[in-house]
């Protein structure tokens, strides 16, 4: 982990993407994390490896309040430490078994995961509406040379589509590859963001092409 990326919130997931009682994959500056949702609604980032076989978290399940390996069924708090060892239902697991954990925040349809501890609040898109992520093999370069635009201070980079009103919020990835956010004003209309997703679809396509040809 750089020591550039302590303490920063990074978009992760949108938060129509994780339905309660379910659990997927993400990525932080820290590496891979199982992003889960416990039935009640809350939302929680935990490492993506359970502590007894290396399984990954993200392939297991929710179940209440509680993550659960697939392998052999360990569960885990939000806070990371393990509830029940299904293998001896009577022992109440030590304090030691336990998976590291990120703290998380939603804002405005956003799901942001911290690295270390943050100074501040997450970023916050009042007026925006999250439409849908899609993932482009291109790094962040290649998306503003698609685009003709460069990322805002507040993370943003704005199309030259001003009549759909449409925002992308770029997280970059493992190997030049980068996260897209697709976030729209809040008054969009449907067709607008049918058109909007179009042209985030288009704009991705363009940007591997520009990553292909090793321009940006």
């Given amino acids: 982990m750089r020591s550039d990326t302590t303490g920063i919130w990074t978009p992760v997931a949108l938060s129509a993407d994780l339905p309660s009682g379910t659990v997927m994959p993400a990525r932080t500056p820290a590496g ?9 609604g809350r939302p929680a980032a935990s490492a ?5 076989r290396g399984m990954r978290l993200s392939h297991g399940f929710v179940r209440g309040e509680a993550l659960s390996c697939i392998y052999h069924g360990w569960s885990y708090a939000p806070a990371g430490n393990c509830l029940r060892i299904p293998a001896h ?18 804002a405005d349809g ?16 009042e007026g925006l509406v999250p439409l849908r992520s899609l993932t482009a093999n291109a790094g962040i370069a290649a998306i503003e040379a698609a685009a003709s635009a460069k990322t805002g ?21 493992e190997q030049d ?15 607008q963001r049918i058109s909007a997703s179009r042209i985030a679809e288009a704009l991705r396509r363009a940007a591997e092409g520009v990553q292909a040809k090793g321009v940006a």
């Fill in 110 to 125: 956003v799901i942001w995961v911290a690295v270390g501890e943050p100074a501040d609040q997450p970023p916050r898109f």
């Fill in 177 to 191: 590859q980068t996260l897209i956010h697709v976030l729209l004003e809040g008054d969009a209309t449907a067709s």
């Fill in 48 to 52: 993506d490896r359970c502590p007894h």
């Fill in 32 to 40: 891979s994390i199982a992003l889960w949702r416990s039935a009640s």
């Fill in 89 to 106: 239902p009577e022992l109440v697991p030590p304090e030691t078994i336990r998976v590291a954990t990120q703290q998380v925040q939603e």
């Fill in 153 to 173: 201070t507040d993370g943003l980079l704005r199309t030259s589509h001003n009549s759909t009103g449409l925002r992308l919020l770029l997280v970059a990835q």
